[in-house]
C-alpha cells in the first residue's frame, strides 16, 4: 500500500487498506498528524526522512516497528500490519462515518507501545494515567512507559476516548504492539471492548508461535476464548483444596502463572499439601495440550477450497507488486563461477560468517564501483544516486516475507556483517525490526539457491533501482581455457533494473565486476 | 543520689544513652530485665540482616538471568537452614557481649532484673522472684522499647503462627507464609523468605501496599519487590478475625473480612503466619502510675526534648523517655539519638533532635530509604505554609556503577524548596540505597541548602553519583549557577 499515491485525485486510487471481505479494514495508526491525504505531501519532497514520515502516516502499522512484515520489497512503505492486526481478524467492521477524502475513516485506532530509544524491544507500563472510558486530548499523557533506559510519559495523538485498556499497568508488552484502543467518539467504546476481548484471548499465549496459527484462523470473528483447554484428569474429582468447586486454594506462584499460562485454576488438581494448587500442577496443565500444537508451522496448512483474503501484509505485497509494473525493468543475467568463495566460506565459516553476508559483501563492493546501479528513479525524472550502499536481502519468515538491511555494507567488514546479519534475522523472526532497519535498501537481493532453483526473475521492489536474484551454486561441466573439460561451481545471478536510470551497460558492467569479484574474494576479507 | 543517671532498658536507645553520659562524665546505672542489647540486637536489626544478607546473595545466585548477563555460570545453589539460623544466632550473640562490653569497659553499673518508677528519682529494679533493690537518680530515661504487636483474634503458637521474633530464629522454612502487615518488617520477611524458596501471600489492612513509603517509590517497589516475585497479595482485609494455627495436619486458616464492611472475603490455607502489624510499646508495669503519668496506646507521652509530661500535660522533672517506648521515631538509630539529645541536656546544653533528619532504611533487595518528608506530605506542608515545592527524579539505569553490576532498577527522588533550597525529602530504591541516603541525611541536619552541594564531587564511577544527579538536577531561583540537566538520562 502507499508507494506514489497521486496528489490530487481524490478518491479511487488513493490508497486503502487492503479490502478484504471478511477481515476489518485494520485500524490505521497514525504516529505523527497527518496531511490531508497519506503520503502525497512526502513524495513530492522525495527526502528520505519524508518517506520514513509517511510510512508513519499512511498505514497500521505501528510506527515503530515491530511486527514488521515489511511490505516486503516495498521498501519506503511500512506496510506492517501490527501484531494484534494479525490476530484481529474478523474484528469490528469500520464503517466510514463521514467520507473525509481520501481517506478510509477507522473508528477505532491503537495505542501501542512505542520505541523509546533505538535499543527498546519491549516496554513495560508503569501505569495508566488515563482509566477506560475517559475522554483524552490530543498530546494528553495517556500512559507511563518503562523503557530500557528510563520512565517516559506517552502521549496520545489523536482526540478521543480510552476505550479499552489491552496491556494493565505492571505487564510488558513488545515495542509495536497495541496496549490500548482509542475510541473517536463514546458510541464506539463498545465497539472497541468487543475488539479488545479478541486482543485479549490471543494476548495469553506467547507471541511468536502462536501468530503463525492466528494468522490462518478462519475469517469468522473468532468466538470468546473459552477458557484455555486444560484438564489434566479428564473426571476431575473435586480435589480436596477447592471444598466442593466453591474457590479454589492455590499458592501465589500457581496463580501467577496460571494468569500469564492461561490456565483455569479451577480444572487443575492440586498435588500441594491439602490439595493445593501448586506452580508445578499449573505448569504440567498448560504443557498437556499446548504440545499438540504444532509450534514450528513456519507454514502453516492452506484450507483447500476455500477463498481466504488477503492479510494486510499480504495485501501490501500484492500492492507493490502490481505498483511495479509501471516501471520499466529489464533483466541481465550472468553466470558466476564460486568455486573461491566457496572455499573462502568453508575457512571462515566458524567465525560465524555466512553465505548472505559474502554476497552482500561482494554485491556492495562492486556497487561503490558502480553507483548508477545503486540509484533509483523516485519521480520519473531525474537519478536519485544514493550516498550509503544499503542491501536488503529477502528472507522468507513466517510465510510472509521481509528484507532486513545491512546498511552502509560496502563499509562494514565480513565478521561485523554477519554479526549484523544475525541480529536482523533474529529480529525479524521477533518482529522487531524498525522501519529503518528493513526500508532504507538501495539495492536488493533475493536468494531461491536454497530450493536448488538455478536461476529466476525478481521484481523489482518500487522505489530502488535494482534487485539482484541468485540462483544456487551447482557443480557444471564446462570447458575451460586451455582447451581441457572440468568442473566448476556456479551459480547464476539474474538482476532486474530499472531502465529509466539504469542501462544495459550499466547493468552488465556491475556484473562482470560482481563476478570478478566473487570469483577472486581476497578482499572481501580485510 | 546513688546515681547521676539511670537508664531503664539496655536495647539500643539505653546503650546510646549509657555511652555518651560516661563521657559526659554522669555516673550511670542500666538496668536491664532480659538480655543486653534489646530488641534490635537479639530480634530485630542484627538477626534480620544477617538473614536478608543470606537472602540477597541466594536471590543473586538462583537468579540464572543476572548471572548469564554477566557471563557467569553457577551450577548449583542450595542452603542448609541451620547454618543460616546459625549465622544469624551468632551475630546477635557477638553483637551482645560487644555491647555489654563496652558498657562494662566504659563504667556503667549493669543492674539485672526489672525497673520500676516507685517516685520521684526513685527506681526499684529486681528480678521476679528476688527480693528488689532500690536505688535513687537524679535523671532517669525510660528505654524499654517495643514488642511485636498481635492483634486480638490471632493465636500465636509460636511454630505456624509467629511473630518476627520467632521467624528471626529461623526454625523453618515454609512452602507458602502469610505475611499478615505489608511495612517495612514484613517486606523484609518476604524477601527472606522468597530467596529460601517460600511463596509469600501479604494480607494488608489498608488499601495500599507499603503504606508508609512516599507513593511513588512504593509503586516501583512493588514492581520491583513483589510483582516479580511469588507473592501475592489482598489489600483492604482485616485477618485478626481468625487465625488458626495448623493442628492435626490442616494448614493455617487465616479469615480475611474486608477493612470497611466488615464482611467475610475469604480464607487463606496457608502453611504459616507472620504476624507483622507493627509493634506495641512495652511500658506496663513502669510504675508510672505512681508519678501521674497516663500512657496513650501504651507510648510514653513526650514532648520534643523527650521529657515525660504527665497526665496533665506538665512536664515530670528529670524523668525522660526515648526509643519506642515514646512512639516519635520507632527506630534503632533513632532511640540512641534521642538518648545522645537527652545527656546533652542534663549536660547543661539544651538540645532538640530534628527527627526530619533521622533516615530510614528497609533492606530488601534493592534497598529502600528515605529521610524527611513524602511527597504527598510535603504538599501538605507547602500548601499549609504557603512556599513552592519541587521534585527531582533520577533513574540508577543512567549510573554507570549500577550497570556495571546489572542492578539498573532503581530510583532516586528529592523534594525540595526551589526558593531556598532546602531539602525537604530524599527518596531511594536501589543498590546500597540505605547507605546511600546519609548524604541526604547530613545535608538536612546540619541545614546544607542545594546551591552548596551542587558544587560538591563525587567519585567516579559511585552510586553516589545517583544523589549528585538529584543535586545537580534540582533548579534553585536563589543563588548560584543553575543546572540544566535533565535527571533522567535518555
Known sequence: ?526 | FDYDLVIIGAGVGGHGAALHAVEEGLKTAIIEGDVVGGTCVNRGCVPSKALLAVSGRMRELHDEHHMKSLGLQVSSTGYDRQAVADHANNLASKIRSNLTNSMKAMGVDILTGFGKIVGKQKVRYGKVGFPEKEITAKNIIIATGSVPFVPKGIEIDGKTVFTSDHALKLESVPDWIAIVGSGYIGLEFSDVYTALGSEVTFVEALDQLMPGFDPEIAKLAQRVLINTRKIDYHTGVFASKKITPAKDGKPVLIELIDAKTKEHKETLEVDAALIATGRAPFTSGLGLENINVVTQRGFIPVDERMQVTDADGNVVPNLFCIGDANGKLMLAHAASAQGISVVEQISGRDHILNHLSIPAACFTHPEISMVGLTEPQAREKADNEGFEVSVVKTSFKANTKALAENEGDGIAKMIYRPDTGEILGVHILGLHAADLIHEASNAIALGTRLQELKLAVHAHPTLSEVLDELFKAAKVNSGVSHSVNEPVAA
Not at chain 1, 507511563?144 to 479499552?164: I, P
Not at chain 1, 504492539?177 to 485479549?200: H, T
Not at chain 1, 530450493?451 to 518500487?462: H, N, T, Y
Request: proline share 10%.
Open chain 1, 1 to 526: 500500500i502507499g508507494g506514489k499515491p497521486k496528489a490530487g485525485r481524490a478518491g479511487s486510487d488513493q490508497p486503502k487498506p487492503p479490502a478484504s471481505s471478511s477481515s476489518a479494514n485494520p485500524p490505521r495508526l497514525r504516529y505523527s498528524q497527518g496531511g490531508s491525504s497519506s503520503g502525497s505531501n512526502n513524495n513530492s519532497k522525495g527526502a528520505k526522512a519524508n518517506y520514513l514520515k509517511a510510512s508513519l502516516l499512511s498505514f497500521p502499522p505501528p510506527a515503530p516497528p515491530v511486527p514488521a512484515m515489511a511490505g516486503l520489497l516495498h521498501l519506503h512503505s511500512t506496510l506492517l500490519p501490527s501484531a494484534s492486526l494479525l490476530r484481529q481478524r474478523g474484528g469490528a467492521q469500520a464503517v466510514p462515518r463521514r467520507r473525509r477524502a481520501c481517506r478510509v475513516e477507522a473508528k477505532i485506532r491503537e495505542i501501542f507501545m512505542p520505541a523509546l530509544s533505538s535499543t527498546m524491544t519491549e516496554g513495560k507500563i508503569v501505569a495508566w494515567n488515563a482509566a477506560e472510558g475517559d475522554r483524552l486530548a490530543k498530546g494528553d499523557p495517556v500512559v507511563v512507559v518503562e523503557s530500557d533506559k528510563a520512565d517516559m510519559d506517552v502521549e496520545t495523538f489523536h482526540d478521543g476516548f480510552l476505550a479499552a485498556v489491552l496491556v494493565p499497568a505492571g505487564e510488558s508488552a513488545p515495542v509495536g504492539s497495541a496496549i490500548a484502543l482509542l475510541a473517536e467518539s463514546e458510541e464506539e467504546i463498545p465497539l472497541a471492548r468487543s475488539q479488545a476481548a479478541s486482543f485479549s484471548s490471543a494476548a495469553a499465549s506467547p507471541p511468536a508461535p502462536q501468530e503463525t496459527v492466528a494468522q490462518e484462523a478462519s475469517p469468522a470473528p473468532p468466538p470468546p476464548p473459552p477458557p484455555a483447554p486444560v484438564a489434566v484428569s479428564v473426571p476431575a474429582p473435586p480435589s480436596p483444596a477447592t471444598q466442593g468447586g466453591a474457590r479454589v486454594v492455590a499458592s501465589p506462584y500457581a496463580k501467577k502463572l496460571a494468569k500469564e499460562l492461561s490456565v483455569d485454576l479451577f480444572a487443575v488438581t492440586g498435588s500441594g499439601p491439602g490439595g493445593r494448587v501448586v506452580a508445578k500442577d499449573v505448569e504440567a496443565a498448560a504443557a498437556a495440550p499446548k504440545k499438540a500444537a504444532p509450534v514450528a508451522a513456519a507454514r502453516p496448512d492452506v484450507p483447500l477450497g476455500s477463498t481466504v483474503p488477503f492479510t494486510t501484509m499480504q495485501g501490501a505485497v500484492s500492492k507493490n507488486m502490481v505498483e511495479s509494473l509501471a516501471v520499466p525493468a529489464f533483466r541481465v543475467g550472468y553466470t558466476i563461477t564460486t568455486d573461491a568463495l566457496d572455499a573462502l566460506y568453508k575457512k571462515i565459516k566458524a567465525k560465524g560468517v555466512t553465505m548472505t553476508a559474502l554476497l552482500a559483501k561482494a554485491t556492495a563492493m562492486a556497487l561503490v564501483q558502480h553507483p548508477v546501479v545503486n540509484s533509483s528513479c523516485r519521480d520519473g525524472q531525474s537519478f536519485t544516486y544514493n550516498s550509503s550502499i544499503n542491501i536488503a536481502v529477502a528472507v522468507a519468515i513466517d510465510g510472509g516475507l521481509i528484507t532486513p538491511v545491512l546498511q552502509d555494507a560496502d563499509k562494514l567488514d565480513i565478521y561485523s556483517l554477519s554479526r549484523k546479519w544475525k541480529e536482523l534475522v533474529d529480529k525479524a523472526r521477533a518482529k522487531q525490526l524498525q522501519p529503518q532497519e528493513y526500508n532504507s535498501g538501495t539495492f536488493t537481493l533475493s536468494n531461491l539457491g536454497m530450493f536448488g532453483v538455478d536461476r529466476f526473475d525478481a521484481i523489482l521492489p518500487p522505489g530502488t533501482g535494482a534487485i539482484m536474484a541468485v540462483g544456487s551454486s551447482q557443480p557444471t561441466v564446462v570447458g575451460t581455457k586451455d582447451g581441457r573439460i572440468g568442473i566448476k561451481s556456479q551459480m547464476q545471478v539474474n538482476v532486474t533494473a530499472d531502465h529509466r536510470v539504469i542501462y544495459g551497460s550499466d547493468l552488465a558492467a556491475f556484473l562482470q565486476t560482481l563476478s570478478k569479484i566473487i570469483e577472486d574474494p581476497k578482499d572481501l576479507t580485510f
